[in-house]
């Protein structure tokens, strides 16, 4: 029996050999545009809460908080890739690679915090209508909108790559949608006169950013639980394995994150009674299968002879390994 561990590289590989042992971190640096989109958001935010605030619009502040939660992903998403870049220690053998999603738990219990308080105040707004500007609601909305668009645009190239950015796009895509909704409001107050329209709205800003939170720590909680990634089948890995020559089945199979875009395997792989090489090639073949077909690059695979499984009886004593032999 032996055990052979291949490190993580975080993209679907192609059928050519992948022995490197080293991690890859997406995003080392602090690319401009994550940069320029987390001061669009500071925008937004002082624009939102002072207009807000101006107009008498609980819509304009429940949004601004939201955006204020975007600010913040955005920053959490930066500490945490600085924080993946700490090399593994004896106290951390995986190093910081699920600073991201200590970073969407952060970001998701502020947003929760926050559209609790304005769900307060939006029932009290709602029972007790309070005096509107709507014209102030709607060029502020209106920037909004066009603010968050432009940052959904400056970020969706990395997205599927990373979680935490991920997570600032759909809060961005929310956003956007929130703003369009002020922007509609203000006018129904502007044209009918409907003061009870931005209470309501805030509500409904307010659970659509509370449902989101709510989802991001489920994706945490599940990765930090070890739960297969969702991206992933059980079975059909399992199927991909089987069909490696020489593979004779499958055991003990696990699938896990290591951080939030980064597949892990263990598995016990059933093979003939053969030369260590040739059971090495068969280990090596089903690194290329599973890194080639699911893009999972930290393996650990055990070899074990079929037909010999564990014996309840004492193992024989083993001669020291000799590396010069």
Known sequence: M???????????????????????????????????????????????????????SLALIADSFHNLADLTS???????????RIPASDAHTFGFRRADVLAGFI??????????????????HLLHPQPVNGQLMLIIGGFGLVANTLGVWLLHRDASQDLGLKSAVLHLA?????SAAVVLG?????ALGWLRVDPALSVLIALVAMAG?????????????????????????????????????????HLWCIA???PSLSATLRVANQPLAEASAI??????????????GHTVLQIEVAGEGPSSSPAPAREPYDASS
């Not at 955005?74 to 993946?84: D, F, G, H, K, P």
């Open 107 to 124: 970001n998701a219990g502020i947003l929760l915090v926050a559209m609790g308080g304005v769900l307060t105040e939006a029932f009290d």
């Open 283 to 296: 280990v090596r073949q089903v690194e290329r299968e599973v890194a080639g077909r699911f893009g999972i």
């Open 174 to 178: 929310s956003d956007a949608a929130s």
């Open 74 to 84: 955005l920053a959490l998403v930066l500490i945490a890739r600085r924080l993946q």
């Open 2 to 56: 032996f055990t052979v561990e291949q490190r993580c590289k975080l993209f679907p590989m192609s059928g050519a050999g992948n022995d490197g042992h080293h991690h890859h971190v997406i995003g080392d640096q602090s690319p401009w545009y994550v940069v320029a989109t987390m001061g669009l958001n500071l925008s937004i935010f002082l624009a939102e809460l002072i207009g807000g605030v101006l107009a008498g």
């Open 213 to 253: 939170a709510v989802h991001l720590i489920r994706e945490g909680v599940h990765i930090v639980m070890e739960g297969t990634p969702r991206s992933l089948n059980a079975a059909e890995v399992r199927g991909v394995i089987e069909g490696v020559e020489g593979v004779a089945g499958v055991e003990h199979l």
């Open 260 to 262: 939030s875009t980064e």
């Open 186 to 190: 203000g006018w129904m107050v502007m």
